[in-house]
């Protein structure tokens, strides 16, 4: 067992010295690899990579900033902190094509047009950071990814930010949105995103976004695309409507709450609507995502229907209306900031339970008072 891992340590140790000194020849090439969505989510935006070959020193390696280990301490923790470690790696370009192919992904390849010295500039440093501590990143959503880490590599070999975001007239939630088709996860990442996915989108993240932006760029007049083509292509599968898996579903439960109308109910479903508001709110302090800061949400899941419920449990119409009020004016306010926000489209049916039953509840209370 030491023997073969002294072994397999010579082979690193020869293969750093070999990667840090070699100089690519005239047949080298450079190009981005655009890998398609997948139905899990770490697969849900796609993937980017960097391929590099070159046939005279047979050499076709793909360098991948997107890798994490599962086994890391606190995996979970550390992901919701904003503080898991990610890193790049590199592999055979055959071994990323058939991992692809397995996983039924398409990619897309586009060969970037530069010189041999920025080829060689840029294999360079890729080896550097393979091999050094610069490998490890820490992971953010929209700002440090597996396509925001090219997209700087890329800048850096050309000398200037060339290639950006193109989009800047839509939001970072709005980019996002189509990519979500699994509509309860769509529903759980609207409600937790907070003000930052609103922000135009200046900042260039995800791999078909950059794709466009790359065949869109010129450097010196000069279009950096030379080739755009589908090197690997993803069969089709046609996806049955799920009526369980919708916004109908949704609607359907939230009305069987209404007619079922019991007191216990409600103040079960208060509970837990104040409880995930609570949730935002703390969560948004303890994350270094920027992306769930200042969420807004919490207008809609208010921590203070909790106290709201506790006053009607106990029949305090004075607190039940105070209270009733105050949150009805959070509503309202959460429902008018909504208006041009894309998600409202979804999460509609609880704006609309919350005002008939914190009203209906209100409006009661005043009659008994």
């Not at 190009?31 to 960097?50: K, R």
């Not at 950059?210 to 695309?225: C, H, L, M, P, R």
């Not at 079960?268 to 969420?295: D, K, P, Q």
């Not at 894309?342 to 999460?347: F, P």
Request: proline share 2%.
């Amino acid at each position: 067992m030491i023997k073969k891992l002294l072994f397999t340590l010579l082979i690193l140790i020869s293969f750093y010295g070999f990667s840090q000194n070699i100089s690519l020849s005239n047949e080298a090439k450079v190009s981005i690899l655009t890998c398609g969505t997948g139905p899990e989510s770490y697969a849900m935006y796609g993937h980017t990579g960097i391929r590099i070959q070159d046939s005279l020193r047979g050499i076709d390696v793909v360098y991948n900033y997107g890798a994490f280990d599962f086994d890391t301490p606190n995996f979970i923790g550390k992901f919701v902190k904003g503080d898991l470690q990610y890193f790049v790696t590199n592999g055979s370009y055959i071994d990323f094509y058939y991992n692809y192919q397995a996983e039924n992904r398409e990619i897309i390849e586009q060969d970037l047009a530069l010189s041999l010295a920025q080829i060689n500039q840029l294999f360079q440093q890729l080896n550097a950071s393979i091999y050094s501590d610069d490998r490890f990143y820490t992971y953010k959503f929209i700002d440090r990814n597996c396509t925001t880490m090219v997209v700087d590599k890329i800048n850096s070999t050309l000398g200037s930010e060339y290639i950006k975001s193109q989009t800047s007239n839509q939001s970072y939630r709005e980019i996002l949105y189509p990519y979500m088709s699994d509509f309860y996860m769509k529903l759980g990442i609207q409600l937790i995103f907070g003000a930052k996915v609103d922000e135009p989108a200046t900042r260039l993240f995800l791999p078909y976004e950059f794709k466009k932006a790359i065949s869109d760029t010129k450097v010196n007049g000069t279009t950096i695309e030379q080739s755009n083509k589908t090197i690997l292509e993803a069969q089709k599968t046609d996806i049955p409507f799920n009526w369980l898996n919708s916004i109908y579903s949704l609607i359907g439960m939230l009305f069987l709450l209404v007619v079922l109308g019991k007191k216990w109910i409600k103040i079960s479903y208060f509970i837990l609507a104040g409880l995930l508001g609570v949730f935002f709110s703390l969560v948004g302090l303890y994350s270094l995502h920027e992306e769930i800061l200042w969420n807004y949400n919490i207008l809609l899941f208010n921590p203070l229907l909790l106290i709201f419920t506790w006053y009607y449990w106990k029949g305090n119409w004075v607190k039940i209306i105070l209270f009733g009020q105050i949150c009805l004016g959070f509503l309202l306010a959460y429902f008018v900031y909504m208006l041009n926000k894309i998600h409202l489209e979804i999460v509609w049916p609880f704006i609309v339970l919350h005002f008939y039953w914190i009203g209906k509840v209100v409006l009661q209370s005043k009659k008994l008072k």
